[in-house]
């Protein structure tokens, strides 16, 4: 009897384990994402590519994920592979970049080009300097900017022009500083920008809040203030710049994910199905909270209203600043 029991029981646990497998295999939304990172390792493209393919995996969502970095023409060389290629299982990361270096001539192409998919997650700017720097607060940088602008250099992962030295001007602008002076000095990622702040290169650093909050809390840097309306609970001793002295100051960076142009409506509806499924994973608020990201979704056409707002909006602020 006992010997009829235990073969019942590995029976069912036999049974039980092929359910359960079964019931994960019928979890996965998607089989396969091919990440294409527009730009070098460590800046912010990198790590929303691997962050959500990160959550997306261990969350049984999608069966596999792998990343290219392609660097080169301000995103561009990257947006004119997925063109080219037309591969549906590749995935593009991007953000308000695209919008900003279309609008300023540095690619010809713009996000009307590609399938956008969905706009995922918002990361507000920062700015920061070295551990070790003078400056404590954002007062003694705008006065330091104000002596002499010559001598703030001021560093970001984008081009002259593009999101970071946006960013930059803005606060200077709101602080009531000239921003046409900010001695910008661009490299190719966020990575990069960071390595410059922290080698000396630079004295300042404009970046994603996200990109500056781990070397923050290993003491490596320190964030001068945020670019949002609310202190953010990654960092909540970080003021924001409205706060630090840039009056009404608020940007942020939109990242999302685009396709090929011309993907089938299928498999364009199985990525936002994914995306969708992932918000609601203990595996996404991990990866989110980590970051400092906060939760920016819009779909399909919903995304691309956004994307066509963002565009008159930037163009605007653009012009007002002299980058246009």
Known sequence: MIKSLKVALAAGAVLFGAHTALQAAGHQV???????????????????????????????????????????????????????????????????????????????QSFRDLTPIAGTIGDYGAI???????????????????????????????????????IAALVMKNAGADPTKVKYIPYDAGGKAMAGLLSGEIRGLATGFGEAVALARQDEVRILCVTSTERNDAM?????????????????NWRGFFGAPGMSEEKKATYI???????????????????????????????????????????SLMKELGFL
């Open 128 to 166: 920061v300097v070295n551990k070790d720097s003078d400056i404590q607060d954002l007062a003694g940088l705008v006065a330091a900017y104000e002596a002499d602008p010559s001598k703030v250099a001021v560093g970001g992962g984008s081009v002259a022009g593009g999101m970071d030295h946006l």
């Open 30 to 108: 998607v089989e396969e994402i091919k990440f294409l990172v527009p730009g070098g390792a460590g800046g912010g493209w990198d790590g929303t590519a691997r962050g959500t393919g990160e959550a997306l995996t261990k969350a049984g969502l999608v069966g596999a994920a792998s990343y290219e970095n392609m660097s080169g023409g301000g995103g561009g060389k990257a947006i004119a592979h997925i063109i080219e290629t037309k591969d549906e299982s590749t995935l593009m990361v991007n953000s308000t970049p695209i919008v900003i270096r279309s609008l300023t001539g540095v690619f010809p």
């Open 273 to 315: 199905e994914a995306f969708e499924k992932m918000y609601d994973t203990p595996e996404w608020a991990t990866v989110r909270d980590r970051n400092g990201w906060v939760d920016i979704y819009n779909p399909d056409a919903d995304f691309v209203k956004f994307l066509e707002a963002q565009e008159e909006q930037i163009g």
């Open 236 to 252: 909540s001793e970080v003021p924001t710049c409205d706060e630090a002295g840039s009056k009404g100051t608020e940007f942020v």
